[in-house]
């Protein structure tokens, strides 16, 4: 499985961004995407992630202002961030856990950065 995350720039507090997560095609079943991201200095912390039943988890501090959803005809995730704050600045990176088998899979994108200036 092969991750693309595009979208992280630069925007002022109060500002929108949108992250887009490609997954390629494989002989995995994709169960779970997520997003995480990570601060200069901190551990790496989940964001939002998605199944593939469309149930979402949220950490407390995005709730109410991102919003994680999958298309899986495209093959693509999302994750809409408004109201950004200086603190959601990080690097973001989608993760993703697939099934082969009874085998699980787990597999990290390159990270997108997101800057928010206040």
């Known amino acids: 499985v092969q991750l693309q995350a595009s979208g992280g720039g630069s925007v002022q507090a109060g500002g929108s961004l949108r992250l887009t997560c490609a997954v390629s095609?494989?002989?995995?079943?994709?169960?779970?995407v997520a997003w995480y991201r990570q601060a200069p200095g901190q551990e790496r912390g989940l964001v939002a992630s998605?199944?593939?039943?469309?149930?979402?988890n949220y950490a407390d501090s995005v709730k109410g202002r991102f919003t994680i959803s999958r298309d899986k005809a495209k093959r693509t995730v999302n994750l809409q961030m408004n109201s950004l704050k200086s603190e959601d600045t990080a690097v973001y990176y989608c993760?993703?856990?697939?099934?082969?088998?009874?085998?699980?899979?787990?597999?990290w994108g390159q990270g997108t950065l997101v800057t928010v200036s206040s």
């Open positions: 993760h993703v856990r697939a099934n082969w088998g009874k085998d699980e899979y787990e597999y």
């Open positions: 095609r494989s002989k995995f079943s994709v169960k779970t």
């Open positions: 998605i199944n593939e039943y469309f149930a979402t």
